[in-house]
């Protein structure tokens, strides 16, 4: 198996699914190590997450921000000092440009709540909830510079059950996030990954 995979990891919010990859990596089941931690937020609970597990943060905040490609030099300059291979959007909320695109050609990868390319964007669970679908998901794919239209890596689907709210709904897919993410980093690390001409990933 070959590994590790050096990955650099952006986020917003609480940082549930950093911490699904820590602690995989602490069971030793993923051949992943982390170096590095961008946080778009100060106050997001994943920057405690990151320091919690020793790993190197950087914070941003709203005024880095007024210029989008200014910060995404600056997660960049942090990323390859680091030397992250891949970049794993971690419930982070802000678009990249292709200041990060172009210098992680085809190696940004976000989670998205539904099954794409249905319910894009940023309310993906409370739309399909509200649109009364049987059947919703997980994705996770490769980031370019359309929204939510990247070459899909994996995907995998969450049942709506007849009482479920949309609180209970959104635990189970963040719990089916938790266990896919981690999964597509270890088929990586394993270089099982690839994308052909057509830009469709296929995993050996």
Do not use: C, W
């Not at 590994?3 to 602490?26: E, F, K, R």
């Not at 919703?136 to 980031?143: D, I, K, N, P, S």
């Amino acid at each position: 198996m070959a590994g590790p995979l050096n990955i650099g990891v952006l986020l917003s919010g609480s940082g549930t699914n950093l911490q699904a990859i820590i602690d995989a990596i602490g069971a030793g089941e993923l051949p992943v190590r982390i170096v590095h931690v961008v946080s778009s937020r100060p106050d997001a609970y994943g920057i405690e997450r990151a320091r919690a597990a020793d790993l190197p943060v950087t914070v941003l905040d709203r005024s880095i921000y007024a210029d989008p490609e200014a910060a995404d030099r600056l997660i960049v300059e942090k990323m390859r000092a680091a030397g992250a291979e891949y970049l794993v959007m971690a419930g982070y909320m802000r678009k990249l440009t292709p200041v990060v695109l172009e210098a992680f050609p085809d190696r940004v990868l976000n989670l998205h709540p539904a099954l794409l390319p249905s319910f894009k964007g940023a309310h993906a669970i409370q739309d399909a909830f509200d649109a009364g679908v049987k059947v919703t998901g997980v994705t996770v794919h490769l980031a370019n510079e359309d929204y939510d239209k990247g070459p899909i890596v994996a995907q995998r689907a969450v049942v709506v059950e007849e009482d479920d709210t949309l609180d209970s709904l959104e635990e189970r897919i963040h719990e089916v996030e938790h266990e896919l993410y981690p999964a597509v980093l270890r088929e990586l690390a394993e270089g099982r990954v690839t994308l052909d001409a057509d830009r469709k990933v296929h995993i050996a």
